[in-house]
């Protein structure tokens, strides 16, 4: 039985929860990004009804079944080996996205992730900020270059901009 598994004398474990504040900007913030160039980040979701998602990044597969909504939401990943990914990677076709994910230092050792979309979604550039709790959420301040707030609006998650495009 897998280490994860609830037993009778056992409660299921707690799923692992992201916090994270979403925001859209108006143009690629040049003068913040590192000079590294980013990590190219090719996903793409398994079916319409779960958000299962396949993730290479790197060289490194990783798929990761996200639960809930907005601003707090359950996230489960691990690492797959290259055959089981792109055999499930078939499975995401007409759901994906490709984009270089830039990561800015911000104040109080809190990171942006920049998201510059190329493909269909060429010139979008997203924001998201991953906080430790929800009143570190509630504090947070963010940069007037990280332009306008969209957490929480289902159109822009990566899995409405894989399957429906641009808002």
Known sequence: MAENQATPDREPPETPTEIERKFVL???????????????????YVDDDAELRLRRVDGRCVLTVKTGGGMVRGEVEGEVDEDLFDALWALTEGRRLTKTRHEVPLDDGLVAEVDVYDGALDGLVVGEVELGSLDEAARFEPPAWLGREVTGDKRWSNRSLADRGRP
């Open 26 to 44: 108006d143009a690629v913030p040049s003068a913040h990004l590192p000079a590294d160039g980013g990590r190219r980040i090719e996903q793409g």
